[in-house]
Structure formats: structure tokens, C-alpha cells
């Protein structure tokens, strides 16, 4: 089955840190641009980060700027989503989309491939 794996969630005290992995199942990143999203309870769902698969360039929305970091690594066949000082706020599910032509930017376009999402909380 063709699909997309994030891991790496959970319950993180505020200032903590975690490292979200997109892992694919069937196909192979490197031919994707690769975009993570999340949402909060009550909240609509939100971009957070992009890497175009091209030039490996990078977007950050202006609340994560500065504590995420969004990486590639092809040889594993992974996106990491790296987040550092940890908010209440950032509290949500997170989840990661792939396509061959769009980067994964906006919320609301079907991408050729969304992940099940992965629940981070950030709490004391």
C-alpha cells in the first residue's frame, strides 16, 4: 500500500524538544517536494514547513520560525520535521504531505499524498 508514515510525537514538557520522521511506504522522497501541517483542537489546520525537493530550499510559518527545522535525508528515505523549544501552542497533530509537481504549502489542495498525522503536546 502506497502511503505516507509519521512518527515521533508525544508528550514533551514546554522548551523540550522532538523529532517528527515522514516516512514513505511504497514510493521514494526524493522525487516529492515534502510539506508538514498542523492542527489544533477547535483550530483549522495550519502550514508549518516545506522542503522542495529541487534545490532543498526551505519555509517556515512565523511561529515556528527559528525553533523548526525541516531536513531531507533521501539516503533514508525520510523527512524530519526537528522542533526545539516546544510551546503549549504548538499542540496539535501534525502531518505531512507529498507531491510530484506542488509544494505542499496550502492547506485545502489534495496532494498526492497525506501522512495519518502524529499528536504533539506540550504541556507540564
Known amino acids: 500500500q502506497v502511503q505516507l508514515v509519521e512518527s515521533g510525537g508525544g508528550l514533551v514538557q514546554p522548551g523540550g524538544s522532538l523529532r517528527l520522521s515522514c516516512v514513505p511506504s511504497?514510493?521514494?522522497?526524493?522525487?516529492?517536494?515534502i510539506g508538514w501541517f498542523r492542527q489544533a483542537p477547535g483550530k483549522e489546520r495550519e502550514g508549518v514547513s516545506w522542503?522542495?525537493?529541487?534545490?532543498?530550499?526551505?519555509y517556515y510559518a512565523d511561529s515556528v520560525k527559528g525553533r523548526f527545522t525541516i531536513a531531507r535525508d533521501n539516503a533514508k528515505n525520510t523527512v524530519y520535521l526537528q522542533m526545539n523549544s516546544l510551546k503549549p501552542e504548538d499542540t496539535a497533530v501534525y502531518y505531512c504531505?507529498?507531491?510530484?509537481?506542488?509544494?505542499?504549502?496550502?492547506?485545502?489542495?489534495?496532494?498526492?499524498?497525506y501522512g495519518q498525522g502524529t499528536q504533539v503536546t506540550v504541556s507540564s
Open positions: 504531505a507529498a507531491d510530484r509537481v506542488l509544494v505542499p504549502a496550502v492547506v485545502g489542495i489534495s496532494y498526492d499524498y
Open positions: 522542503i522542495r525537493k529541487s534545490d532543498g530550499s526551505t
Open positions: 511504497g514510493f521514494t522522497l526524493d522525487d516529492y517536494h
